[in-house]
């Protein structure tokens, strides 16, 4: 399996910006699809992006289009979210995920087709 590390979670005001980074390690880090994910207190854990493999397809929920933008670096070894316009319903703990494939694309209709999870980074959005 890949080996997962998120990064960048901090308390920000809203309005600002914040990015999370992804680092992940192992060789099949280039047939692997990520996904981020966040889980608010109370709430269900709700998926907010995703890149193909590399890194030619993204996809983001509605909750955060126009805001929120998924990029992986020339090497595909890391993944950034960069996330603007912060509102508080943003808060969360945020997941960086990744499902092995050889196609192209991706998707965060099944949450369970993830088999690589990083252990979460917070982010708070409060003034």
């Known amino acids: 399996q890949l080996q997962l590390v998120e990064s960048g979670g901090a308390l920000v005001q809203p309005g600002m910006s914040l990015t999370l980074s992804c680092k992940g390690s192992?060789?099949?880090?280039?047939?692997?699809?990520i996904g981020w994910f966040r889980q608010a207190p109370g709430k269900e854990r709700e998926g907010v992006s995703c890149?193909?493999?590399?890194?030619?397809?993204?996809f983001y929920e509605d909750s955060v289009k126009g805001r929120f933008a998924i990029s992986r670096d020339v090497a595909g070894n890391t993944v950034w979210l960069q996330m603007n316009s912060l509102i508080p319903e943003d808060t969360g703990v945020y997941y960086c995920a990744a499902y092995h494939t050889s196609y192209h694309g991706c998707s965060l209709a099944n949450t369970n087709r993830f088999t690589s999870w990083g252990q979460g980074t917070q982010v708070t959005v409060s003034s």
């Open positions: 192992g060789f099949t880090w280039g047939y692997a699809a």
């Open positions: 890149v193909d493999r590399v890194g030619g397809s993204k």
